[in-house]
């Protein structure tokens, strides 16, 4: 579904990726973690291109993605993407910011849309908010509206960013299960995060990132029981218990 | 009598003062200064969005080309502009515009410059997770610039806009100088038949102004609180 293959980029004179292979299959949902600044943010934002890449192959769905006939906002409906800071549109409703891209794009009638905008609110548990604006929403809220919107469009592959990190603690785990859901609804998704509990329980794979190259890819049992890599070690020492 | 001050020269002229020689002649006055004002504020808007949006485009050669255009019409008084309509458009077009079309090109290309500056502004301070936001949803840098940046930035520029259209209002009044019969026209016309009220004449024409201007931001103001969204924050 996803394959890098040889993939580099730079931020000026920052290597941010530096040589990435990696495939995911369909249906897989691989979790990707590491310290700030190893390139795991800049990693998922490659795959709907809002980085491009400098050196190297990625070929999302079939298509790759320097190809110049390549229609990049074609393949970007078929990628959800969710923000950490969950960039709702603040003038919009929330079936609004749900119903835009299918309105505008696939030309669907405003009260089908609607009809499948509100299907997925149920989803995420919040059909009582439709008409609300995101600033009514608390955190967890958004970030939920932020998932229907990311669906909307039907896509086959989700991607998020640090979904939880600007969250107050009590509504991580609503989202969380709102991401566990969709996982087991056999969406292809990578997840770049810090929440090993859902890594655990939900990932087939996880990554761990520094210096803009992978340094490890293991099932989540053996990568959380037996770190090979010695950054790896430290990192999960650091995040499992940060006061020692 | 007010305080000395003989204001029947004004009480007498009410209609020239508001209409100029119209029915009879031309339209003038108040009428022509609100009427300059309200075309070249429309074609200001349109002129500043789009400079604005050129001014941000991708494209650079689109960008810097309209960032010297808004640059060189910023960097002249607007009396110069005037001037330039006046005699340059004439000179280019053959014959030339009506006095009153010159004053709102004049007006509009002036006032498009400032504008366009509140516009690129008001895009740029939109956070740019609103634009990745809409693009990764499948939607085009022009549609999500549609319906995603510019609704909320136009809705920011409000403040700057009235600020723009207020000092455009009081800026109809160069127009006399090119003989173009508004108020102010009139006021200093009345004022050199009659050589005795300029006090009276210019205060009332003063309380005109202000009047108008404060309408109008009023106006702006009642839009301004309409935006559902805005009350919510």
């Known amino acids: ?244 | 009598m007010v305080g000395g001050l003989d204001f029947s020269v004004v009480r007498e002229n009410l209609p020239y003062f508001f209409l100029g020689r119209y029915p009879k002649g031309p339209l003038g006055g108040v009428a022509l200064t609100l009427y300059l004002a309200v075309v070249s504020l429309v074609l200001s808007f349109l002129g500043g969005l789009i400079l604005g949006l050129l001014s941000v485009s991708r494209n650079r050669l689109i960008k810097w080309g309209s960032t010297a255009v808004i640059q060189t019409i910023r960097g002249m008084p607007l009396l110069m502009v005037i001037f330039w309509m006046f005699f340059l458009l004439p000179a280019m077009l053959g014959s030339g515009m009506s006095a009153d079309w010159t004053i709102i090109t004049a007006l509009t290309l002036f006032t498009s410059s400032y504008m366009s500056e509140i516009v690129r502004a008001g895009i740029l301070g939109i956070p740019k997770g609103q634009m990745e936001a809409a693009v990764s949803t499948g939607l085009s840098h022009k549609q999500a610039m549609t319906y995603v940046i510019l609704p909320q930035a136009l809705r920011n520029m409000i403040p700057s806009f009235v600020n723009q259209f207020v000092s455009m209002i009081k800026d109809t009044s160069l127009a006399f100088i090119v003989g173009v019969s508004e108020l102010t026209h009139i006021a200093t016309q009345m004022n050199n038949r009659t050589m005795l009220y300029p006090t009276e004449i210019f205060l009332f024409i003063a309380v005109i102004y202000f009047i108008m201007c404060f309408a109008f931001t009023e106006l702006s103001r009642w839009l301004e609180r309409r935006s559902a969204w805005r009350k919510s924050i």
């Open chain 1, 1 to 244: 579904m996803i394959r890098f293959e040889g993939v580099h980029k730079w931020f000026g004179k920052l290597h941010v990726l530096n040589g990435i292979n990696l495939h995911v299959r369909a249906g897989e949902v691989v979790v990707v973690c590491g310290p700030s600044g190893s390139g795991k943010s800049t990693l998922i934002r490659t795959i709907n291109e809002l980085e491009p890449i400098d050196e190297g192959k990625l070929f999302v769905d079939g298509t790759e993605l320097s190809d110049p006939k390549m229609n990049i906002n074609r393949l970007r409906a078929e990628i959800g993407f969710v923000f950490q800071q969950f960039n709702l549109y603040p003038h919009l409703s929330v079936l609004k910011n749900i119903t835009l891209a299918p309105i505008k794009i696939r030309n669907t009638p405003p009260k089908e849309a609607g009809e499948q905008a509100t299907a997925l609110l149920e989803r995420v548990g919040l059909v009582d908010k439709r008409d609300a604006y995101p600033s009514q929403l608390s955190g967890g809220q958004q970030q939920r509206v932020a998932i229907a919107r990311g669906l909307a469009m039907k896509p086959k592959i989700m991607l998020f960013d640090e979904p939880t990190s600007a969250l107050d603690p009590e509504m991580i785990g609503e989202v969380l299960q709102v991401m566990k859901d969709l996982a087991l609804s056999g969406m292809t998704m990578i997840v770049v995060t810090h929440e090993m509990g859902f890594a655990r329980e939900v990932a087939h794979r996880v990554i761990f990132m520094d210096n803009g190259t992978i340094l490890e890819e293991a099932p989540p049992e053996e990568f959380f029981i037996n770190p090979r890599h010695e950054r790896a070690k430290q990192f999960l020492k650091q995040i499992l218990s940060p006061m020692h």
